[in-house]
């Protein structure tokens, strides 16, 4: 089973809903963080938590928000959808103890009309 | 300003065409340097950290050096199972998102037989 997990894979959405993009893992990871992929512009950061009860801003969070559940759990939320929010969206965690690296998701493709 | 540059963009080669991929950093400290392997519509898959100057690391066709002001992954008679977008990463040693990574655009690499 992968480490980290993401769900739904492919969304296609109409603008002003609001979804729900959500993330799993069993790495044991304390670190979550939350990026957007676009062609040309490289993976930016959203948001990024450090433990359940610490929740960071990244380079993108205006008009996102998100939620650690649990150790495990990170979501990500879009209140309002907007069409330039139409992107790849990548959950990853890390250590950050003993060592750095981050480690992702498989992505989920979101389509805003 | 952190800055992490790479190139050239896109690089085609042929199969058994040795080259080699830069990425450039402009950093005031740097803690750690990541490379990582992506394939299209799937997550980036993490390849080595690189810690300080004159570090090399080394992973079948692949090996990555670290200078001071930039890091090179080697690819050695590549084969078309390595077609895929190289990203390369920076962690800096200060501020209050230290843990967090900084991109580069990418290289896309592809292997004609």
């Known amino acids: 089973d992968a480490d980290v997990t993401q769900t739904p894979r492919n969304r296609i959405t109409k603008t002003g809903k609001r979804i729900m993009l959500e993330c799993s893992q069993t790495?044991?990871?304390?670190?979550m963080y939350w990026y957007r992929q676009d062609p040309g512009l490289g993976l930016r950061l959203i948001y990024y938590s450090f433990d359940v009860k610490d929740i960071n801003k990244g380079e993108i969070s205006d008009g996102y928000s998100v939620s650690r559940q649990a150790q495990a759990k990170f979501s990500l939320s879009l209140e309002s959808a907007i069409p330039n929010q139409t992107a790849l969206y990548f959950c990853?965690?890390?250590?950050?103890?003993?060592?750095?690296?981050?480690?992702f998701g498989p992505g989920t493709r979101l389509t805003v009309t | 300003e952190d800055q992490v540059t790479q190139s050239p963009e896109a690089l085609r080669l042929q199969e058994g065409e040795s080259s080699s991929l830069n990425c450039s950093y402009t950093v005031s400290g740097l803690r750690g340097l990541f490379w990582y392997r992506q394939d299209p519509g799937k997550g980036p898959e993490f390849l080595f950290t690189l810690y300080s100057a004159g570090e090399e690391k080394e992973k079948e066709r692949l090996k990555a050096t670290l200078t001071k002001k930039e890091s090179f992954l080697h690819i050695t008679a590549p084969k078309p199972e390595d077609s895929a977008t190289y990203l390369c990463a920076v962690q800096v040693n200060y501020g209050g998102s230290q843990g967090n990574l900084i991109f580069g655009k990418g290289t896309k690499l592809s292997v004609k037989p």
């Open positions: 790495k044991g990871h304390d670190r």
């Open positions: 990853a965690t890390s250590d950050g103890q003993l060592s750095y690296e981050q480690y």
